[in-house]
């Protein structure tokens, strides 16, 4: 089973951050449904009620913050990372911390990528080009368990700092996906 379009799942406890993620994929061309938890506690009610239905479609990544009150990234990643049939969801931390302990901690328990949230607005949207990597097209491969993608078998984009990056009319020029135009994305 496909689903017509992406779906990305936004745990973030900042309104703010949710919808500018959003802003940023409408901004990259990307045509993506969304799912949002606004904090670690309902992220886990959601992600436990999907490990009881077998045969559920996998979100094709989550967006996850790390610092959120009572059950934070980490405590979510955990729990991904101990259940068998999430293990292969890809996640992508986006957060403040640029902390290489926070960093290290989020890799091990298997997070695919991790982005630290730029203050700069071209730079926020930028740094989602590396999510949109990881929205295969139906054609680009087979799914993960249930559905949903699996970890990304190809190396995530790298931003190129700002003060580097060649201006252009577009903030985005020069980024391509690894296997050229897709469905979803422009």
Known sequence: MTRERPLIYLVDDNLTD???VKLGFTELGCDCS????????????????????PGAM?????????????????EVLTYLAQEPLLRTLPVIVLTTSDSPRDR????ALGATGY??????LD?????LKAVAALLRPPHAGPPGPGGGSSRSPT???????????????????GWHL??????WCR
Do not use: Y
């Open 18 to 20: 949710i919808e500018l």
């Open 34 to 53: 969304f799912e949002t938890a606004q904090n670690g506690e309902e992220a886990l009610s959601a992600l436990k009620a999907l490990a009881a239905e």
């Open 58 to 74: 996998l979100p094709d990544v989550m967006i996850l913050d790390l610092n959120m009150p009572r059950v934070g990234g980490i």
């Open 104 to 107: 290290s901690a989020c890799m």
């Open 115 to 120: 982005i630290v949230k730029a203050h700069d």
């Open 123 to 127: 730079d926020f949207f930028t740094s």
């Open 155 to 173: 190396p995530l984009p790298t931003p190129v700092p700002a003060d580097r990056a060649p201006r252009s009319a577009s903030p985005w020029a």
């Open 178 to 183: 690894p296997w050229g135009p897709t469905a």
